[in-house]
């Protein structure tokens, strides 16, 4: 049974480009959420989907968007890179409890470098 | 203030010693994860607890609901224990994690 999976791992683009990340949700999950984390820093949630649709927003520009698929896997799409936005990109796949708890399970990763 | 506060934020001990890594947190919540994570970046889950004491190998951690408080311990540290350790907590009514900056630990042979 494969974990969560995300691609690439490393990216590097240019001040201005446009970025996707992408996740596949370890299996019989059917919750993605997207964090950023910064060099440093605790990860900070940017947002999550539950069934296609983004079920709560973390504090981030609509510069961040993002899509989840039939199959429950997701991207992560960034415009207009600025340099700040230079960090580790995590997934993470649950499922939601019946009470709304749930366990979270993180992909590796996708660091991006923004220069 | 961050709603979630770890303590210490960098830790450094001897193979062998027992490590306490504390979390306190302002906002009522439903559950609280004790994550690792490795350098290159991934996360591991360790525990999700919302009462009590669970206990995994030679980890141990608790929470205190009522006093906002949670730690994790490591009993018969290893070098390979040596990680960043974040605690998270999902806010009651959300469906997110709310993390802390982590705690640095470092067990020298």
């Known amino acids: 049974d494969a974990g969560v999976t995300q691609s690439p791992t490393h990216l590097i683009k240019t001040r201005g480009q446009q970025v996707t990340l992408r996740c596949s949700p370890k299996?019989?999950?059917?919750?993605v959420s997207w964090y950023q984390q910064a060099l440093g820093q605790g990860p900070q949630f940017i947002f999550q989907?539950?069934?296609?649709?983004?079920?709560q927003r973390g504090n981030f520009p609509d510069r961040f968007s993002g899509h989840q698929f039939p199959n429950y896997s997701s991207e992560l799409n960034v415009n207009a890179l600025l340099l700040g936005d230079s960090a580790l990109y995590l997934c993470?796949?649950?499922?939601?409890?019946?009470?709304?708890?749930?366990?979270?399970?993180f992909g590796p990763g996708t660091r991006l470098t923004v220069t | 203030k961050n709603e979630v506060e770890q303590s210490p934020q960098n830790l450094t001990a001897q193979e062998g010693e027992f490590i306490t890594i504390n979390c306190s947190y302002s906002?009522?919540?439903?559950?609280l994860h004790w994550l690792q994570q490795h350098p290159g970046g991934g996360i591991v889950s360790l525990f999700m607890?919302?009462?009590g004491k669970k206990k995994h190998g030679r980890l141990i951690a608790t929470i205190n609901i009522q006093e906002k408080h949670s730690s994790l311990h490591i009993t018969a540290s290893h070098p390979r224990d040596s990680a960043v350790y974040i605690c998270?907590?999902?806010?009651?009514?959300?469906?997110?994690?709310?993390f802390g900056q982590g705690t640095r630990l470092t067990i020298n042979p």
């Open positions: 299996s019989g999950h059917d919750t």
């Open positions: 906002v009522g919540i439903s559950a």
């Open positions: 993470a796949s649950s499922l939601l409890g019946s009470r709304g708890t749930y366990e979270q399970y």
């Open positions: 607890l919302s009462s």
């Open positions: 998270a907590v999902i806010p009651m009514g959300a469906q997110k994690l709310v």
């Open positions: 989907y539950y069934e296609e649709e983004e079920r």
